[in-house]
């Protein structure tokens, strides 16, 4: 049973335009979210997160916006750039349950130059 | 500068061979992680630490084996490696404080069994 679904495996995206990567959840029991990024052959790399008690959070041209009634968050990076080229993970933790993570499938995201 | 390193990052190995894969953090985090990952899928976690003598089992079961006897060293040993082990084994820490803090991840090791 998967907790965490991104639904969209890949993703292409003009350069300059806005990319939207979209998570959804099942387990109300997640009150933190994470986006990561993972380039081939490397670990990922933290980029943003949002607790459940908001429903925004900014840095620079990333933005995750939580909607908690629809179990659903989405990344949005604007403008898109060639180095945001990379797999993209959404992940879940609930601060009761040791604080583990749980991953999603991924998604592919290229942009064209 | 603050890191965390794994070693080897690619191993090929026969089947049958004992394996450890090494996994340490200079940023002096209490919790580690070891995540497996299969190519187009999710991280599992397969272990994980809370300090010095604490060791669990993660969400997917594995044969692999973990110890933590130094906070900044947390290495994954296979007794007896398969082909079915093949896979990214990626090793993570984090502060012990509650969630602003995300993961930080090594590099991962690719590894085969053949």
């Known amino acids: 049973d998967q907790q965490v679904k991104q639904n969209s495996p890949s993703l292409s995206v003009q350069e300059g335009r806005i990319s939207i990567l979209n998570c959804d959840y099942t387990?109300?029991?997640?009150?933190?979210f994470l986006w990561y990024k993972k380039y081939p052959a490397e670990g990922p790399t933290f980029l943003i997160s949002?607790?459940?008690?908001?429903d925004k959070n900014e840095d620079g041209r990333f933005t995750v916006f939580l909607n908690k009634s629809a179990k659903h968050l989405s990344l949005h990076i604007v403008p898109s750039q060639p180095g945001d080229s990379a797999v993209y993970f959404c992940a879940a933790s609930a601060m009761g349950g040791n604080e583990k993570l749980t991953f999603g499938t991924g998604t592919r995201l290229t942009i064209i130059p | 500068e603050a890191d965390i390193y794994q070693t080897p990052r690619y191993l090929v190995i026969g089947t049958g061979k004992k394996i450890t894969l090494e996994c340490s953090q200079t940023?002096?985090?209490?919790?580690m992680y070891w995540y497996q990952q299969d190519p187009g899928m999710e991280l599992h976690l397969i272990h994980y630490s809370y300090g010095v003598n604490s060791t669990e089992k993660g969400d997917l079961s594995s044969e692999s084996t973990v110890s933590r006897i130094r906070t900044e060293h947390f290495p994954l040993t296979l007794e007896s490696a398969r082909p079915s082990h093949t896979s990214q084994y990626l090793c993570?820490?984090?502060?012990?404080?509650?969630?602003?803090?995300?993961?930080?991840f090594g590099s991962g090791t690719r590894l085969t069994v053949v």
């Open positions: 387990n109300s029991m997640f009150d933190y």
């Open positions: 949002i607790s459940s008690i908001k």
């Open positions: 940023m002096g985090h209490d919790k």
């Open positions: 993570a820490s984090r502060k012990g404080l509650g969630g602003s803090y995300g993961y930080t």
